[in-house]
């Protein structure tokens, strides 16, 4: 059986990987798909003094649904089950814990040009991951 997780920002690079796992779901079979967005934290102590943490929590839902909800009516076409997570945290960090959590066996995910020396090719956020992950990633252009 395998398990992915395909993070997903709500940008077109995100939803070429989804279809790209979409495509290829044979290769796949049986799958256990999990969608992760991740939202940046309020760190900021002039904020979460005026804001509860609950408030917090509440718009960290309500735009990560909104990041997923394009990848879902993906999915919901495609009759694949899937999952959905929404984190909060550093990007690679939380997918790579994601997919241990998960005992995923793949990441699959999208990637964007940077002009820095640092990201020339891949997105920071996917040369991270590519970094830190203990399993394939899958990355779609």
Request: glycine share 8%; proline share 4%.
């Amino acid at each position: 059986m395998s398990c992915l997780l395909v993070p997903v920002d709500g940008s077109d690079n995100a939803l070429r990987a989804l279809r790209y796992v979409i495509d290829h779901k044979p290769m796949f079979k049986p799958l256990t798909l999990h969608l992760l967005n991740v939202q940046i934290p309020i760190t900021s102590a002039s904020v979460r003094r005026f804001i509860d943490s609950a408030t917090i929590h509440k718009y960290h839902q309500e735009e990560g649904e909104a990041a997923l909800a394009n990848a879902k009516a993906l999915l919901d076409g495609s009759g694949i089950p899937y999952s959905a997570h929404i984190q909060a945290g550093s990007s690679a960090e939380t997918i790579v814990a994601t997919a241990d959590e998960n005992h995923c066996d793949h990441i699959v995910m999208g990637t964007r040009g940077l002009g820095s020396a640092a990201g020339m090719w891949l997105g920071s956020v996917t040369t991270k991951t590519l970094h830190l992950a203990k399993v394939p990633v899958t990355v779609v252009k």
